[in-house]
C-alpha cells in the first residue's frame, strides 16, 4: 500500500509539473475519447527522451491511481541500473521490470507477470531515438515483437496507443536539465483488445506478431503528431 501511495503521489507532482511548465496538445483518434476505463494494456510509441512521464498530464486523476496500484511495466537493465534514474523509475514504478532488451530469462519473467488486474505499459521500439532519428547504434527505430507475444496473452479489456510528438525539443538524450515552457504533444487511440487481435484473422499467410508489428509501425510513421 505504501509503495502505490508513492508512486501515486509521484505521479500527481509529475502531473502538475507538466501543467505549470508545458503546454499539452492531447488529440483523440478512433471512436473511443475520454474513457480510460478497461484499459489493460498501453503502447507507448516513438520514444525519444528519459523525460516522458510528463505525459502524466494526459491521464486523469483516477487512471493514474489505477496506474500505481496495477502498472507492471519492462525497463531496460541499464537505465534502472543509473543511481538517480533508476531510482526514479523504480519509485514511479514499483514494477518496472528489468530486462537486457533480448529474448532471455529476464523477458519470459517479465511476460509471466501478465495477469488479469495488471495494466501492461510497453515501449515496443526497446531504445530510445537519438537527435539524427537513429537509435544508439545507428540503427533506424522500428517496434519489435515482444509487443506481439504480450497481445497473445490478452483476450479481453482495452489497448491504449499513445503517439508521442517526441520530445527531444525538451531534453533529447544526453542532456540533463529539460527545457521549459515548451508545447509537446500526443494523440491517444483506444480499441478493444479483442477487434484488434480479430483484425490479423484476416491477414492470410502473415503469422500474428509478425502482422502486430507490421501494424505498428504503420501506426508510429502516420499517426505521431507534428509540432
Not at 508513492?6 to 474513457?35: R, V
Request: aromatic share 10%; hydrophobic share 45%; proline share 6%.
Amino acid at each position: 500500500m505504501m509503495r502505490t501511495l508513492i508512486s501515486f503521489i509521484l505521479m500527481l507532482w509529475l502531473k502538475l509539473l507538466a501543467k505549470c511548465f508545458y503546454t499539452l496538445k492531447l488529440e483523440w483518434i478512433g471512436p473511443i475519447k475520454n474513457d480510460f476505463s478497461q484499459i489493460r494494456l498501453i503502447i507507448f510509441l516513438n520514444h525519444t527522451s528519459l523525460y516522458e512521464p510528463i505525459y502524466a498530464d494526459a491521464a486523469p486523476v483516477s487512471f493514474l491511481y489505477q496506474m500505481a496500484k496495477k502498472m507492471v511495466a519492462p525497463a531496460a537493465d541499464v537505465t534502472m541500473n543509473r543511481p538517480l534514474v533508476g531510482l526514479f523509475f523504480k519509485l514511479l514504478g514499483p514494477k518496472f521490470v528489468p530486462i537486457t532488451r533480448k529474448r532471455d530469462k529476464t523477458w519470459f519473467h517479465f511476460l509471466k507477470l501478465i495477469k488479469e488486474r495488471h495494466i501492461i505499459l510497453i515501449l515496443p521500439e526497446g531504445r530510445m531515438m537519438r537527435g539524427n532519428g537513429l537509435d544508439k547504434h545507428g540503427k533506424p527505430m522500428d517496434v519489435r515483437s515482444g509487443v506481439a507475444e504480450i497481445l497473445e496473452q490478452m483476450d479481453d479489456g482495452r489497448v491504449m496507443i499513445a503517439y508521442s510528438g517526441g520530445l527531444h525539443h525538451v531534453q533529447h538524450p544526453g542532456q540533463f536539465f529539460p527545457r521549459v515552457f515548451k508545447k509537446i504533444a500526443m494523440n491517444i487511440e483506444i480499441m478493444e483488445i479483442s477487434a484488434y487481435k480479430n483484425q490479423f484473422e484476416q491477414t492470410t499467410g502473415i503469422p500474428f506478431r509478425k502482422a502486430v508489428v507490421a501494424d505498428l509501425n504503420h501506426r508510429l510513421k502516420t499517426n505521431c503528431p507534428k509540432l
